[in-house]
């Protein structure tokens, strides 16, 4: 199993930053693919970004200019560095692990909120 823990969420006035961290452990050597998604009240889940193990990564047009992800060095962290954050960011952004033969790992979630 691969567990997942984010932090760093929080409230944020339109137009500032947060930084996301999520940690894996367990079978981290499995791990293929790590990424964030999100869910906003009344909304599906949708993918924000993510990493796979080759160094390749992946955006949400809506997020595409303003967030960053990233791996750490030991390959069981990811980062989301969120800039120019607007309203619309808002919502409960959570941590993903693609590993072994199609697995999902999803972290507890941690809330964003932006104020206008």
């Known amino acids: 199993q691969v567990q997942l823990v984010e932090s760093g969420g929080g409230l944020v006035q339109a137009g500032g930053s947060l930084r996301l961290s999520c940690l894996a452990s367990g079978m981290i050597f499995s791990i293929n693919a790590m990424g964030w998604y999100r869910q906003a009240p009344g909304k599906q889940r949708e993918l924000v970004a993510s990493s796979s193990s080759g160094g390749s990564t992946d955006y949400a047009d809506s997020v595409k200019g303003r967030f960053t992800i990233s791996r750490g060095n030991a390959k069981n962290t990811v980062y989301l560095q969120m800039n120019g954050l607007k309203p619309e960011d808002t919502a409960v952004y959570y941590c993903?692990?693609?590993?072994?033969?199609?697995?999902?790992?999803w972290g507890q979630g941690t809330q964003v909120t932006v104020s206008s």
């Open positions: 993903n692990a693609e590993w072994a033969a199609g697995r999902r790992s």
